[in-house]
């Protein structure tokens, strides 16, 4: 609907109006990152499109209500039709487009030892990512001691059609191993070149077709699969995982630096078996450790992509060849690693868009000086501590605010006093997510949102009113001087 080639004036004004909407990941407006589509005017009658860059974005359903509410406050607008849809950025390189020209994007899942469930992460991040609605393989690049198609449940064996190896799908994914080729009981003793030759043609010769991510179960360490991989093709990004103690991420330094050395970016780090939470009595026992993948990262200025627990729950499903994320996708385990396949979607996303915008508030540090506080040391600074009780009555999710209205639902009286977090996730890199002891665990706090609760006096964009909610319930000291 252009005059000329020229936009006009209520078109114009609907994109005004949309600008004021930001992908939360890329800190820009989604006008700017050309997210807007097919935009349509019939009288009062508005349509368009939402093109994300990833299906697995988490406030999808947020953005598509921000979208429609301020085209709806325009003059003359009384319907708005809004869709949501997703196109997967690829990474921009001619010697991935060369061997493997429809695969979008590879992801490396390494760890620096043996041991910490990085095969088991893999799998269910597989899955996830294809239960959001993308296109996924699994390359299993294990040679030594390949569990995929354990952990998959995939007792069919690839096919061959015009020299070319066709992958068996499972739970929507597509699955290379070298479990399917070494009869059951041998063991693989093989030698580097040998090993680089798996990879070539598992990269080369598996007909992987149109892929948004390409997923490879590394094997631990820094030998010689890792670096054929590295300098067979470019690597989008890789995600380390390790146990929680420090002792597991001075080895898994290792692998960080490998990646480094090569060029190939690190997504972020993966907290897995942190924590093992009784599911009789609800008890969390720390008994490897915790937080070591955060002050990990912190320190060394990488992503915290999330925590997974220790569950006897993830075990057993990886032993039956159902990942926890098919089938429970409803648990504290599952829901844990979506978030996580979410976190490192965005992490794609930013660096295929060019990264992030940096104006916006970034937390250096989370730390839990009781079981009901929380303390945010910023990275320009500034601390903020809040008590559960303070956060979880700011919740702004469906459930505690009405999306159209904006008023709240959610009565304060309702909420208990000692109520606190039973774990906090990152959301991206612009948010963190919380259990909380009540149940409730859909709300996500922004940076920017937390920001505002702080109860410090000092902090700008608050009211007395909202000072005041938050301060009576705030811990008693404040690092700026509030009480």
Same mark, same amino acid.
């Given at each position: 609907?252009?005059?000329?080639?020229?936009?006009?004036?209520?078109?114009?004004?609907?994109?005004?109006?949309?600008?004021?909407?930001?992908?939360?990941?890329?800190?820009?407006?989604?006008?700017?990152?050309?997210?807007?589509?097919?935009?349509?005017?019939?009288?009062?009658?508005?349509?368009?499109?939402?093109?994300?860059?990833?299906?697995?974005?988490?406030?999808?359903?947020?953005?598509?209500?921000?979208?429609?509410?301020?085209?709806?406050?325009?003059?003359?607008?009384?319907?708005?039709?809004?869709?949501?849809?997703?196109?997967?950025?690829?990474?921009?390189?001619?010697?991935?487009?060369?061997?493997?020209?429809?695969?979008?994007?590879?992801?490396?899942?390494?760890?620096?030892?043996?041991?910490?469930?990085?095969?088991?992460?893999?799998?269910?991040?597989?899955?996830?990512?294809?239960?959001?609605?993308?296109?996924?393989?699994?390359?299993?690049?294990?040679?030594?001691?390949?569990?995929?198609?354990?952990?998959?449940?995939?007792?069919?064996?690839?096919?061959?059609?015009?020299?070319?190896?066709?992958?068996?799908?499972?739970?929507?994914?597509?699955?290379?191993?070298?479990?399917?080729?070494?009869?059951?009981?041998?063991?693989?003793?093989?030698?580097?070149?040998?090993?680089?030759?798996?990879?070539?043609?598992?990269?080369?010769?598996?007909?992987? =077709?149109?892929?948004? *991510?390409?997923?490879?179960?590394?094997? &631990?360490?820094? $030998?010689? !699969?890792? @670096? /054929?991989?590295?300098?067979?093709?470019?690597?989008?990004?890789?995600?380390?995982?390790?146990?929680?103690?420090?002792?597991?991420?001075?080895?898994?330094?290792?692998?960080?630096?490998?990646?480094?050395?090569?060029?190939?970016?690190?997504?972020?780090?993966?907290?897995?078996?942190?924590?093992?939470?009784?599911?009789?009595?609800?008890?969390?026992?720390?008994?490897?450790?915790?937080? =070591?993948?955060?002050? *990990?990262?912190?320190?060394?200025?990488? &992503?915290?992509? $999330?925590? !997974?627990? @220790? /569950?006897?729950?993830?075990?057993?499903?990886?032993?039956?060849?159902?990942?926890?994320?098919?089938?429970?996708?409803?648990?504290?385990?599952?829901?844990?690693?979506?978030?996580?396949?979410?976190?490192?979607?965005?992490?794609?996303?930013?660096?295929?868009?060019?990264?992030?915008?940096?104006?916006?508030?970034?937390?250096?540090?989370?730390?839990?000086?009781?079981?009901?506080?929380?303390?945010?040391?910023?990275?320009?600074?500034?601390?903020?501590?809040?008590?559960?009780?303070?956060?979880?009555?700011?919740?702004?999710?469906?459930?505690?605010?009405?999306?159209?209205?904006?008023?709240?639902?959610?009565?304060?009286?309702?909420?208990?006093?000692?109520?606190?977090?039973?774990?906090?996730?990152?959301?991206?890199?612009?948010?963190?997510?919380?259990?909380?002891?009540?149940?409730?665990?859909?709300?996500?706090?922004?940076?920017?949102?937390?920001?505002?609760?702080?109860?410090?006096?000092?902090?700008?964009?608050?009211?007395?009113?909202?000072?005041?909610?938050?301060?009576?319930?705030?811990?008693?000291?404040?690092?700026?001087?509030?009480?």
């Amino acid at each position: 609907m252009k005059e000329n080639g020229q936009l006009t004036v209520a078109q114009k004004e609907i994109l005004g109006a949309l600008s004021q909407i930001k992908d939360p990941d890329l800190g820009r407006d989604i006008v700017t990152l050309g997210f807007v589509k097919d935009l349509q005017i019939s009288g009062e009658n508005v349509s368009f499109t939402i093109e994300l860059t990833t299906p697995a974005c988490p406030v999808r359903d947020q953005m598509r209500e921000n979208a429609r509410r301020a085209v709806l406050s325009l003059s003359g607008v009384k319907n708005v039709d809004v869709q949501m849809t997703s196109k997967v950025r690829a990474l921009k390189s001619e010697e991935k487009d060369k061997l493997l020209p429809l695969v979008k994007n590879i992801v490396p899942v390494a760890s620096g030892k043996g041991g910490v469930g990085k095969s088991t992460v893999s799998a269910n991040l597989a899955v996830a990512l294809a239960k959001m609605g993308a296109r996924v393989g699994l390359m299993d690049a294990d040679v030594y001691g390949p569990s995929i198609p354990t952990i998959m449940g995939a007792d069919t064996p690839p096919t061959s059609e015009n020299g070319r190896i066709i992958p068996p799908i499972r739970y929507g994914v597509k699955i290379v191993s070298m479990g399917f080729f070494v009869p059951k009981g041998e063991a693989t003793i093989w030698r580097g070149p040998m090993l680089a030759k798996v990879v070539d043609q598992f990269l080369g010769s598996v007909e992987w =077709g149109e892929l948004d *991510y390409l997923i490879v179960d590394l094997p &631990p360490g820094t $030998g010689d !699969v890792q @670096l /054929s991989l590295c300098q067979k093709i470019p690597l989008t990004g890789a995600v380390i995982v390790s146990t929680p103690q420090d002792l597991a991420f001075n080895v898994a330094e290792k692998a960080i630096l490998m990646f480094k050395k090569l060029r190939t970016p690190v997504l972020g780090l993966v907290e897995n078996m942190s924590g093992f939470e009784c599911r009789h009595c609800g008890h969390r026992e720390e008994i490897f450790g915790s937080g =070591g993948a955060q002050r *990990y990262g912190m320190t060394n200025d990488l &992503p915290f992509l $999330g925590e !997974v627990p @220790l /569950s006897t729950d993830i075990r057993t499903t990886s032993d039956e060849g159902r990942p926890i994320v098919e089938s429970m996708p409803d648990s504290p385990s599952a829901r844990a690693l979506f978030r996580l396949a979410e976190n490192i979607a965005a992490q794609i996303s930013t660096l295929n868009m060019g990264g992030a915008s940096t104006d916006r508030p970034e937390i250096a540090e989370i730390i839990r000086p009781s079981q009901n506080e929380v303390r945010i040391r910023w990275k320009d600074g500034h601390e903020s501590g809040y008590t559960g009780y303070a956060l979880r009555v700011a919740c702004s999710c469906a459930l505690c605010v009405d999306e159209v209205s904006g008023k709240k639902r959610l009565h304060d009286e309702s909420i208990r006093e000692d109520v606190y977090p039973l774990s906090i996730d990152p959301v991206g890199r612009y948010a963190i997510c919380f259990r909380w002891s009540d149940g409730h665990s859909t709300g996500i706090y922004t940076f920017e949102h937390l920001r505002e609760l702080c109860p410090c006096p000092t902090c700008a964009g608050k009211s007395n009113e909202e000072r005041g909610n938050v301060a009576r319930h705030a811990p008693a000291r404040c690092p700026e001087g509030g009480t």
